[in-house]
DNA sequence: AAATATACATTGTTATACTATGTATTTTGT
DNA sequence: ACAAAATACATAGTATAACAATGTATATTT
């Protein structure tokens, strides 16, 4: 009854959400790979992302210059995509975080 | 610099969170017209929703049974469109409320 | 040997916010 | 009295992003 409503309404509050995520593990300076994040974001956030959200999101974060990338071979198996945040990424992840802030405190406003 | 991202970062934020603000303005039972609603969630929570996003908006809420319309003729000026909750789209808000709840929690985590 | 996990990536679909535009009435400012 | 702004509804077109499906390839587990 209605599941099918909130499953896209959930899918529709990722938009957004997702990116503000994945520059906040980012923030401390440690670098990720695409397949480490997704699972480090649904351990930390029960949030799961699909292979095909992170990767063209990665390359918007990248193309935006809020991350940067670096192949690393590995001595065994598949090389990985490193992922680090770079200094305009963690004025931009501040500036998110203030508006977020801002949201939440208006949504607790209504919703009480 | 990177206002642009942000912007558009606020508007992906957006996307799930109007409809989630405009069930929790009618959840108390109350009904509202669509300039009303506008300008009663811009006071409360300084969001700006365009008509353009209402409308529309409405009519989806609409659609799927969370909400109900009714023309008002008034005794001056054009008439109103009045909206108001239905039971499902009081169930529906309980559980946004539940999801938004968590998804928060989650964030606190990661941004601190 | 087969199945699962690891690791990257692209294509097509769907949903929604927003700009621009349109109609029409009422109120406010000069 | 006239113009501008506010009130009140609505639609069409554009841009963005999540997701399912699909594909490639290696390593590990059963």
Redesign the interface.
């Known amino acids: 009854?209605?599941e099918d409503?909130?499953h896209k309404?959930?899918?529709?509050?990722?938009?957004?959400?997702l990116?503000?995520?994945v520059l906040?593990?980012l923030k401390s300076g440690k670098a990720y790979y695409g397949y480490d994040l997704i699972n480090e974001i649904k351990k930390?956030?029960?949030?799961e992302i699909a292979e095909g959200t992170l990767y063209p999101l990665m390359n918007r974060l990248k193309d935006?210059k809020?991350i940067i990338s670096e192949w690393v071979e590995q001595e065994s198996g598949i090389p990985r995509k490193y992922y680090s945040i770079t200094h305009?990424g963690k004025?931009?992840v501040t500036?998110?975080?203030e508006?977020?802030h801002?949201?939440?405190q208006?949504?607790l406003?209504?919703?009480k």
Chains 1, 2 share one sequence.
């Open positions: 009854m209605n409503f909130i309404w959930i899918s529709q509050v990722k938009k957004g959400t990116s503000f995520i906040n593990v930390i956030t029960e949030i935006e809020l305009e004025n931009t500036k998110m975080e508006y977020w801002n949201l939440n208006s949504i406003k209504i919703t």
